[in-house]
């Protein structure tokens, strides 16, 4: 078990729609990534939060946005889906040290029929 | 950006076999991880290399950081199927926050 949470675990849900995920960093970590991973493919980089404020942008869609809260929680928003939206979207935290060791959440499943 | 390449692709073996994942890039790296990831899981971190030339052992698996710090490898001895997996480098990109995933190896061990 990592620390890091994350839900939900699984999402279904139709094109046009918009989701929210949720994730819950290692208590103390004050940077938060989050990531998109299709299937059988590598980890692409979306987003990083670090103690609330955006740090770094990766390849993230205009239709994405993410936010970290106060206490440090973080939320990923994906509008307008589509069906390529589909995949494995991964929150991991770190504590901010230049080693830059991140610790993963299991994931939420994306589904977008 | 720096990039990080990690050769093979793609790895069958059967169990009791060796194996060597490479990891490399043309820029230096501050510090290197490398983390296993099952299907449907998140990566674990393994470890992680900060020095150059530096060995570190876990177990069956042996890494090391290149002594100019742009490569590491992942030697796995005596390979077992609970060792299969991907397997990814990653390291902080200089310069700027953005963290720099290797491009994976897909091990598989055949009991």
């Known amino acids: 078990d990592s620390g890091v949470t994350q839900t939900p675990k699984h999402l279904i849900t139709a094109t046009g729609q918009r989701v929210t995920l949720r994730c819950s960093p290692r208590?103390?970590?004050?940077?938060v990534y989050w990531y998109q991973q299709s299937l059988d493919q590598g980890l692409q980089f979306l987003i990083q939060?670090?103690?609330?404020?955006?740090?770094a942008k990766g390849n993230i869609l205009e239709r994405f946005s993410a936010q970290q809260f106060p206490d440090l929680h973080s939320e990923l928003n994906l509008s307008s889906l589509e069906l390529g939206d589909s995949a494995l979207y991964f929150c991991?935290?770190?504590?901010?040290?230049?080693?830059?060791?991140?610790?993963f959440g299991p994931g939420t499943r994306l589904t977008v029929l | 950006t720096q990039l990080l390449e990690q050769s093979p692709q793609f790895l069958s073996i059967q169990e009791g076999e060796n194996l060597t994942v490479y990891c490399n890039s043309s820029?230096?790296?501050?510090?290197l991880q490398w983390y296993r990831q099952e299907p449907g899981e998140g990566p674990v971190l393994l470890v992680t290399?900060?020095?150059?030339?530096e060995v570190k052992k876990l177990k069956r698996l042996t890494f090391q950081f290149g002594d100019a710090r742009k490569d590491s490898s992942l030697h796995i001895t005596a390979a077992q199927p609970g060792d299969t997996g991907l397997y990814l480098c990653?390291?902080?990109?200089?310069?700027?926050?953005?963290?720099?995933f290797g491009t994976g190896t897909r091990l598989k061990v055949l009991a």
């Open positions: 991991a935290s770190s504590g901010g040290s230049m080693r830059g060791e991140q610790f």
């Open positions: 208590s103390g970590d004050l940077s």
């Open positions: 939060y670090y103690n609330g404020e955006e740090r």
């Open positions: 820029s230096v790296f501050s510090s």
């Open positions: 290399v900060v020095t150059g030339g």
């Open positions: 990653a390291g902080p990109n200089a310069g700027t926050y953005k963290y720099i």
